[in-house]
């Protein structure tokens, strides 16, 4: 028998079909770590408790930490603070039924008020009996009863009340009775624990003390007797009961139970695992979790968990291979949360979290027997087949597991080894009971004989050659035996049942009906026997066997019921014959009847979009593998469940068709990282729902506290936790709110929606990275904040946070101030009215007596008038004649008063015009003397100084010059045009070149231009005939061309000034020898010149003044410009005088061109 049994080792040895043995990873811990980096305001964490708002509060060594599973809130002694906590390190924390936190320190006893964010501290007064016996805080226990216990380094120390009767503090005195320090066996307290009797158990440096509640009687347990080698057993480090009533204390030298009827203690010293782990014998904390397991946090050697049906322990500790691993081996103390998330800090490490529940997935990796045919946990592919699992590896070749025994064969298919790696089995089809189809990545596709393990390739021929079919990932066959092969790289192939050569069907630009796309990922046969395939890049194309042409299924963006994207990476048809297609976008449901598209993506359905498999389960629920683990998809209520690598998911990569169904419901998932198995109704998704709540409210970016005065008074007169409804005023026109679930195992998986009523009619879904809703010039008025979200699962939870938000009106626009602002006004036109009132009887009264005066002259005349009747018909005809004589020289006189009215009329225009525009020039005048006088002063005290170098002299000598020559040209200027207006100014002609004139000018401006106007351009062109001579004026000439380019400077900002001039003679055969001169209706010729600009230009009605003395016209009020309004008035008068034409050409803001004409004659 051994020799037969040798010899079947020795042949699977020989034949590479290793066996493996497969370990279902059921007790490995996940950990999340958390420490400064994330936020904890130090890394030795003392005490962990958790809240009414299931808020998890950290005291450590430097700051207590509010923990919401995303971020923390620090509190830190504030010397300057009263409200302050008493001290930064806090040692032990604890939380009455009324939500006060109470907090162990070394500075105190302190209560946190939630409502009111404030902090009380209560010390040792030595003339206080009922003050605590010291101020270093080491623990503290609130019993049954709602008794305070604290425990100091002086001594023990207990309410005098319960705190149900203390609601109001600090206005209600806290008092405490100190237990005698004789009964003790140690003064320093280092824990408490209440036991189911209701009677208190003291933990101290030198042995355990029992106080009867009642009686206050103390009972002395030394767990080591009196043995000094082993009194650090005697350091009592964390007491806990179990559910069966047994004691267990933790100590610096071991972990005990204490027989409370015979008070003897036993130990766990000798036990197997504490002999080999020795540093385990350091206890920390114990912790009896919601199952009533034990866990013991050590001293250096990690996380033990206790098996009392086994007597024996598991251990977690660190792994420097594994971020989720506790962080280091010293477990300092257990905190178990509402979520049944166990808490775990760690010395001088932060601390961790993991979920203690049942594990929801197995998660199975291999062992092989020889490790080097084992490479690798990567599963490519996934094919159960008569109670055997298949699986194909990366680079590993083909696995066979036996569900049953969990066995595992390796067949390592060495035959198909390059370069000494073995091959990636990336698709499995069952042919038969003995033949295996593999789909290969780079190897090509195979027959495997499951019996005689003999393998053989497939090829396809192409142009005469043989070729492999490459990056198989799907295999398939059809009603007719057909055979079909999905390739990521070469399109479609079909083996025809009987025969041994290859279809394929590619993608073909110029053929619509053919293949979308040759990378096929995926392939399905309907009733029809048509061939439904996935192609990355390509969407869905359904190939027709009869007709041979495919027709397609693609992404459209303006169609919402189209593909969701044309990148597929699987097909699956469930059991009512629904098509579920997944895609890197999301999943999408196509309804054959009504030949659409629906789509599910985004965080309102899926956590990861990326969907690589889906199977389905008993109860009609999709499963779904995807980039961050798997989900499971209610077909029914369209919701979505997420587990992920916490919940024992082998990792967040899956690959394209790597799972399957077994018959018995079971579904499997393959990865990088191993193999899931489990079956989906042994889920539940029943977890522990913690509100929604408002962690933080800001005003214009700044976060609001409680009771203080922003300049419009409180705003919050309690915690925005606690804040039902908010009044705010209309100025407060930004407002953010910040809020989370208190999620501490999967808060990434969390899905949040917020919306404001009154304001919105949609809900806004966000992220966990997006826990922020943020509002602004919101309109007077009532809104309501409603805040909903999901549990760790992805499930939306019933419950509604509901924040009530009042934004009151300005007051103008209040109902008060309108019903006042309506009286004020009736009541002023009531008073208008009646002074209108008075007005008019007065006004009566006065003209009835006038009336009656009238009546009464009127009645004397008449008798007058009767009795000069007779006299009135004589003088009648004599008053009609006179009255003739009048009224012709009346009309007369009335001619000659109009027509000299209308003289005086145009006098006084003329003379008012006059009148302002003198002011105007001698306001002007004013300023351009006193610009260059005060240039002449200043440089001139300044040359005098005798600090200055001899070249900055040189320079204050040439401004001062230039600005005499200012002064000369404005006084010249005005004595010129002064002999024009008198006809005082004489001609002195002489024969001059003019195009030498021009260009004195010409630089001399320019040089002007370079200092004050860079930004202009001064341009200066003539034509051949540029040495002309004239006869006539050549001061007139200058005055003409300088006052015309100077004023175009001045207007002109940005752009040119051009001044051309051209002769346009008669006599082709003129010599430059000879002279011409300015002459009315000249005979030989004309000189034209033209100066132009780009400046502000001139509006169409202010022309006709453009050449008046004095006038400036200045279209932007804002903009001075120099000048005394004489130039263009003098180049008008002289050109008069030289018998030439000028004209004007602008557009206001375009420029303004001006074009002097001078007919030209012989000189005689």
């Not at 007065?842 to 008449?862: D, F, G, P, S, Y």
């Amino acid at each position: 028998m051994y020799y037969r049994l040798l010899f079947v080792l020795v042949m699977l040895r020989f034949f590479a079909v290793p066996h493996i043995s497969i370990m279902a990873q059921d007790n490995a811990l996940f950990f999340e770590r958390y420490s400064r980096i994330e936020g904890l305001s130090q890394n030795s964490v003392y005490a962990i408790a958790q809240d009414q708002f299931d808020f998890v509060w950290l005291g450590t060594g430097k700051g207590l930490n509010r923990f919401d599973g995303y971020q923390f809130i620090s509190y830190y002694h504030d010397f300057e603070d009263k409200e302050s906590i008493s001290s930064s390190r806090v040692v032990d924390i604890k939380v009455d039924k009324w939500n006060r936190i109470w907090l162990a320190t070394d500075g105190g006893l302190n209560y946190f008020n939630h409502e009111k964010e404030v902090f009380f501290a209560y010390k040792r007064n030595e003339n206080d009996s009922t003050s605590l016996s010291g101020d270093r805080i080491k623990c503290i226990l609130i019993d049954k009863t709602a008794y305070l216990w604290v425990g100091t380094r002086s001594g023990l120390n207990v309410s005098t009340l319960p705190l149900d009767s203390l609601k109001n503090l600090p206005t209600d005195k806290l008092r405490f009775k100190q237990i005698s320090s004789g009964l003790l066996s140690n003064n320093l307290i280092t824990n408490l624990f209440e036991d189911k009797n209701g009677d208190i158990w003291a933990g101290t440096i030198d042995g355990l003390n029992k106080i009867e509640r009642n009686t206050f009687r103390v009972e002395q347990y030394f767990p080591s007797g009196k043995n000094q080698e082993l009194k650090p057993a005697n350091h009592i480090t964390s007491i806990i009961q179990d559910n069966n009533s047994k004691l267990w204390v933790g100590t610096q030298n071991g972990l005990y139970v204490l027989n409370t009827a015979n008070n003897s203690f036993s130990n766990f010293r000798n036990h197997p695992f504490f002999e080999k782990n020795t540093s385990a014998n350091n206890v920390y904390s114990l912790l009896i979790d919601h199952l009533g397991k034990l866990w013991i946090g050590t001293n250096g050697g990690g996380l033990l968990q206790y098996h009392p049906e086994t007597n024996d322990f598991t251990v977690n500790n660190n792994d420097d291979g594994s971020i989720h691993s506790l962080s280091n081996n010293a477990a300092f103390t257990l905190f178990e949360d509402r979520s049944n998330n166990l808490f775990v800090s760690m010395f001088n490490k932060g601390f961790c979290i993991t979920n203690i529940k049942a594990r929801k997935f197995n998660l199975y990796l291999h062992e092989a027997y020889d490790k080097d045919n084992l490479k690798t946990n990567d599963i490519r592919s996934i094919l159960y087949d008569q109670g055997n699992l298949w699986l194909g590896m990366q680079k590993n070749g083909l696995f066979k597991l036996n569900t049953n025994s969990k066995e595992c064969t390796h067949f390592e298919l060495q035959q198909l080894k390059r370069n000494g790696i073995l091959p990636t089995v990336k698709c499995l089809y069952s042919e038969d009971s003995n033949n295996l189809w593999l789909g290969t990545l780079t190897q090509g596709l195979y027959l495997f004989n499951k019996n005689n393990k003999r393998i053989k390739e497939y090829k396809y021929k192409e142009d005469g050659l043989e070729k492999k079919i490459s990056y198989v990932f799907d295999i398939e066959k059809d009603k007719r035996g057909n055979l079909w092969v999905a390739s990521w790289k070469d399109g479609l192939f079909k083996l025809p049942s009987g025969s041994k050569e290859f279809v394929r069907y590619t993608n073909s630009k110029s053929n619509k009906k053919s293949l979308s796309n040759n990378n096929v990922t995926s392939i399905y046969i309907d009733d029809d026997d048509h061939v439904w395939v996935t192609t990355w890049g390509g969407g869905i194309s359904i190939l027709d066997q009869d007709s041979g042409k495919f027709w397609h299924y693609r992404m459209n963006r303006k169609k919402r019921n189209s593909l969701l994207s044309d990148f597929c990476t699987t097909l699956y048809v469930d059991k009512n014959g629904v098509f579920w297609i997944g895609t890197t976008e999301g999943l999408c449901r196509f309804d054959k009847d009504l030949d659409k598209f629906t789509q599910f993506s985004g965080n309102q359905f899926i956590f990861s979009e990326f969907i690589f498999s889906i199977e389905e389960d008993n109860l009609s629920n999709l499963w779904l593998s995807t980039e961050l683990g798997i989900s499971r998809f209610s077909k029914q209520s369209l919701s979505i469940i997420n587990y992920n690598i916490a919940d024992g998911i082998q990792g967040n990569n899956h690959y394209i068709g790597s799972s399957c169904r077994f018959p018995d419901g079971r579904l499997a998932f393959g990865g990088r990282n191993g193999l899931n198995i489990f079956h989906p109704d042994s889920l539940s998704s029943q977890l522990y729902n913690s509100p929604v709540i408002i962690t933080n409210f800001q005003l214009k970016y700044k976060t609001i506290k409680v009771n203080k005065d922003y300049g419009e008074g409180i705003i919050l007169n309690k915690s925005i936790l606690a804040t039902d409804t908010l009044h705010l005023s209309h100025k407060n026109n930004v407002l953010s709110f910040e809020f989370a679930v208190c999620s501490y195992h999967k808060p990434r998986n969390v899905q949040y929606a917020f919306m404001l009523a009154g304001f919105e009619k949609e809900w806004n879904y966000v992220s966990p990275g997006k826990r922020v809703a943020t509002y602004t010039n919101l309109n007077p008025g009532n809104y309501i904040l409603m805040l909903k979200a999901t549990n760790e699962a992805g499930e939306w939870k019933p419950q509604i946070k509901k924040l009530f938000i009042v934004i009151k009106s300005p007051f103008w626009k209040t109902t008060w101030f309108n019903v006042l602002a309506f009286l004020v006004l009736i009541m002023i036109v009531i008073f208008i009215t009646r002074i209108r009132t008075v007005i008019l009887v007065r006004k009566k009264a006065a003209l009835e007596k006038q009336v009656k005066e009238r009546t009464h002259i009127i009645q004397e005349k008449n008798k007058l008038l009767i009795s000069q009747k007779e006299e009135s018909v004589i003088q009648a005809e004599e008053l009609r004649s006179i009255s003739e004589q009048l009224q012709y020289l009346n009309n007369q006189l009335e001619n000659q008063v109009k027509e000299r009215t209308k003289d005086l009329n145009s006098a006084l225009v003329k003379a008012e015009d006059a009148q302002k525009l003198i002011s105007s020039f001698l306001s002007n005048m004013s300023h351009e003397l006193r610009t260059p006088m005060n240039a002449i002063s200043g440089f001139s005290q300044l040359i005098g100084n005798v600090d200055i170098t001899d070249e900055e002299k040189q320079k204050y000598a040439e401004i001062i010059n230039t600005n005499i020559g200012t002064l000369l040209t404005l006084v010249e200027n005005v004595m010129d045009v002064a002999k024009l207006h008198t006809n005082q100014y004489k001609f002195k002609s002489t024969v001059f070149n003019f195009s030498d004139l021009c260009n004195e000018i010409y630089l001399g401006l320019n040089e002007k231009r370079s200092l004050i106007k860079e930004t202009v351009k001064f341009v200066y062109t003539h034509d051949k005939n540029s040495n002309m001579l004239l006869y006539s004026d050549r001061k007139a000439f200058g005055l003409i061309i300088y006052n015309l380019l100077d004023n175009a400077l001045k207007y002109t900002e940005t752009g040119k000034v051009e001044i051309n001039f051209e002769y346009k003679l008669k006599d082709p055969d003129y010599s430059d020898n000879e002279v011409l001169m300015p002459e009315l209706n000249g005979k030989n010729g004309e000189l034209k010149i033209v100066v132009s600009d780009t400046g502000i230009g001139i509006k169409k009605e202010d022309q006709k003044f453009i050449f008046d003395r004095f006038k400036k016209l200045e279209h932007n009020k804002k903009k001075l410009f120099r000048g005394t309004g004489l130039g263009l008035a003098l180049v008008k008068n002289l050109i008069e005088k030289l018998s030439a034409d000028i004209d004007l050409e602008s557009q206001e803001n375009v420029g303004t061109k001006v074009s002097i004409s001078i007919p030209l004659s012989y000189k005689k």
